[in-house]
């Protein structure tokens, strides 16, 4: 009888451990979903936007860095709208730099730079939602650099409301065949995304792929 009351009470302890993990869980995402943006930080660090631009005509150095607890209490765990199976997560091997903003009537719109130790610089597009004071899209919207054979570049175009993009991404493969030459595969996708909605929307305008040889020339 004591062993089967021992049995009891544990089983009862370990239920009510994992209710309260739930529950301060559900907490914080509460608690960081109702923080109020400091949108005066955000201009204070970032450029007004700009209406045309190349991702890798950026220059880093020039830019704000994002604190780690700017972005730990506003920005980490919130999901990504165009990549449901990703959130926003602070890598402590990354530098994050605030970009641009955009002020609208019911919106605000801003992008940082996370700039990684593989090799690439990712823009990541944030709509804020004044009416009810919370972020409402985060969206990935361009990148460049390269690793192990793969580049990317991208090209951005606002039109003059800051809230709606076309986007002209190009990225390249290229794959040794043997020691005389390689391939080299292009793709170019055009898209336009709107930020007005409170959920920023993609389409894809346009799509090109092709593949290239490339000899390389003789060594004498």
């Not at 994050?96 to 593989?118: A, G, P, Q, R, T």
């Not at 580049?151 to 290229?174: A, K, V």
Request: contains cysteine.
């Amino acid at each position: 009888m004591k062993r089967t009351l021992t049995i009891f009470l544990v089983v009862i302890i370990a239920s009510c451990a994992r209710q309260q993990e739930t529950v301060i869980e559900n907490v914080e995402t509460v608690e960081k979903a109702e923080a109020i943006l400091p949108l005066r930080v955000i201009k204070k660090n970032s450029i007004e936007r700009p209406t045309h631009f190349n991702m890798d005509s950026i220059e880093l150095e020039k830019l704000k860095a994002v604190d780690s607890t700017f972005f730990k209490s506003y920005l980490a765990g919130l999901e990504f709208n165009n990549d449901t199976d990703a959130k926003v997560e602070f890598d402590r091997f990354s530098r994050y730099y605030f970009f641009d903003y955009k002020e609208l009537d019911n919106f605000f719109l801003f992008s940082i730079i996370h700039d990684d130790e593989v090799g690439y610089s990712i823009l990541y597009h944030f709509t804020y939602d004044k009416a009810v004071k919370r972020i409402s899209s985060v969206d990935y919207i361009g990148a460049t650099g390269g690793d192990g054979g793969h580049g990317i570049t991208d090209r951005l175009r606002y039109n003059i409301q800051g809230d709606s993009l076309l986007l002209t991404s190009i990225s390249t493969y290229d794959r040794d065949f043997s020691n005389k030459g390689f391939t080299r595969e292009y793709d170019s996708i055009v898209t336009r995304t709107v930020f007005n909605k409170g959920k920023a929307f993609h389409v894809v305008l346009d799509s090109i792929r092709r593949t290239d040889t490339i000899w390389r020339a003789n060594k004498k």
